[in-house]
């Protein structure tokens, strides 16, 4: 399973060991891309997908497409099943970034990791 890092949406994250906290042993992972370690938690691991797909999800639903449509299409395509809440909260999320990305380059083909992570700081 591939985890997404929470800070810059990198998937280049590796284990960097277990701790021991109130809650009981956590899996501590650290991101290759902006070094940061952090602990897995509800909602992260389950962010096993590609900035890719999340960003076609969240740019079919900015054209008007139905949620419905777009969960259905990422599961025939992908083969990966995402419910439409999922979608709903990616378009709140990513949109920012998306569209800011789509300014930078000349559209969702050439988005990249790269540019994700550019859109990622610019928001803070
Ligand atoms: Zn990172």
């Given at each position: 399973?591939?985890?997404?890092?929470?800070?810059?949406?990198n998937?280049?994250?590796?284990?960097?060991?277990?701790?021991?906290n109130?809650?009981?042993?956590?899996?501590?992972?650290?991101?290759?891309?902006?070094?940061?370690?952090?602990?897995?938690?509800?909602?992260?691991e389950?962010?096993?997908?590609?900035?890719?797909?999340?960003?076609k999800?969240?740019?079919?639903?900015?054209?008007?497409?139905?949620?419905?449509?777009?969960?259905?299409?990422?599961?025939?395509?992908y083969?990966?099943?995402?419910?439409?809440?999922?979608?709903?909260?990616?378009?709140?999320?990513?949109?920012?970034?998306?569209?800011k990305s789509?300014?930078?380059?000349?559209?969702?083909?050439?988005?990249?990791?790269?540019?994700?992570?550019?859109?990622?700081?610019?928001?803070k």
């Open positions: 399973m591939v985890f997404l890092c929470p800070y810059c949406q998937n280049d994250v590796v284990k960097s060991g277990k701790k021991k109130k809650s009981g042993i956590k899996q501590w992972h650290k991101c290759n891309n902006c070094k940061r370690h952090f602990v897995e938690r509800d909602g992260f389950r962010m096993r997908l590609s900035p890719e797909i999340i960003v999800a969240v740019n079919q639903h900015n054209h008007g497409i139905s949620l419905s449509k777009i969960k259905d299409e990422l599961q025939q395509r083969n990966v099943k995402v419910s439409r809440w999922a979608i709903c909260k990616w378009t709140k999320k990513y949109s920012d970034l998306v569209q789509q300014k930078q380059s000349s559209g969702i083909n050439h988005f990249s990791q790269t540019k994700m992570d550019e859109g990622q700081r610019y928001t």
